[in-house]
């Protein structure tokens, strides 16, 4: 299968709905949003860009709720959960369902973006965020995110307050 990537993605789990813990990292690991100063970041203009980016998010999905989220120097964490419409539990007042509980290797699969998933959201938001940055760089066609992303389905309350904490704390414990 050359020129295809494998998914980790679970195949039964709708990316379309659920909370989602969400880490993208700048191409090389390149700490082009900023730099941390007496534990808080303190942005560069490519990081305040992520962060207009970013607020706009619920504005062009309206199914999109914000949760906590955070620019590092060199990635992008936060914290999102997408909202199906349906009452199938809570997690910061969205609507969401649980993951399967169990991973299987075997489930892995190579998938396109689905119209309002996940990986939809995070293709739309890298690649506008990089446009404008590239503008402001004035550098056209570089590129500025690493390959992909990493998401974590958030099952519970437990789970979601850990991950608040661990995006809250990162500036400390860079």
Known sequence: MYGHRLSTRLTEYDYRYGAFFISIVVKNR?????????????????GQIIKEEWLRTPLIRPSVQLDEWIIMPDHFQAIAIINDGN?????????WRPCPSEYDANRIQSIQPVKRSLAKMINQFKAT???????????????????NYHDRIIRNEVELDRVRRYIRNNPRNA
Do not use: H, M, Y
Not at 30 to 46: M, Q, R
């Open 129 to 147: 965020t990089t446009r404008r940055i590239n503008d402001l760089r004035q550098r056209p066609g570089q590129s500025v995110w690493q390959r």
């Open 30 to 46: 390149f700490p082009l949003f900023g730099k941390i100063i007496l534990e808080a970041v303190d942005l560069s203009p490519e």
């Open 87 to 95: 009452e199938n539990g809570t997690v910061g007042g969205a609507s």
